[in-house]
């Protein structure tokens, strides 16, 4: 995988997870999904592309963002994580704050960021 490779389906999460999101939701975001990828040692497209693991791959009929501008700021939010330190203490997971999961309860909250909420 190429580094620009990377950097699009990293943007590309960011995107459909968190473009309403401010600034530090799109941040953390990105972190998590570049924390996974560290953690198991694997490119990022094949983190986000796993299966059930983030909910807009399961049912898009085109990963083709349909909002340029804000396809931009989460390039820019991207940028930002790969140049600063982690402040989501290694977050590895997230969900919607309107939403309480079951694998929760096999993980830590960290904190919330935006309307999501964080987890080791």
Request: hydrophobic share 35%; charged share 20%.
């Amino acid at each position: 995988m190429t580094l620009l490779e990377g950097l699009l389906w990293l943007t590309l999460n960011v995107y459909h997870e968190a473009r309403s999101e401010p600034q530090i939701g799109q941040l953390a975001v990105a972190f998590v999904t570049l924390n996974r990828a560290n953690e198991k040692g694997v490119p990022i497209k094949e983190v986000v592309q796993e299966p059930h693991q983030f909910s807009w791959t399961l049912n898009k009929d085109s990963y083709v963002p349909d909002d340029p501008k804000a396809f931009l700021e989460c390039m820019h939010s991207v940028y930002l994580a790969l140049q600063t330190n982690d402040f989501t203490q290694g977050a590895t997971h997230f969900h919607r704050e309107s939403v309480e999961p079951r694998w929760t309860a096999s993980y830590t909250f960290l904190d919330q960021y935006g309307s999501h909420k964080f987890y080791k």
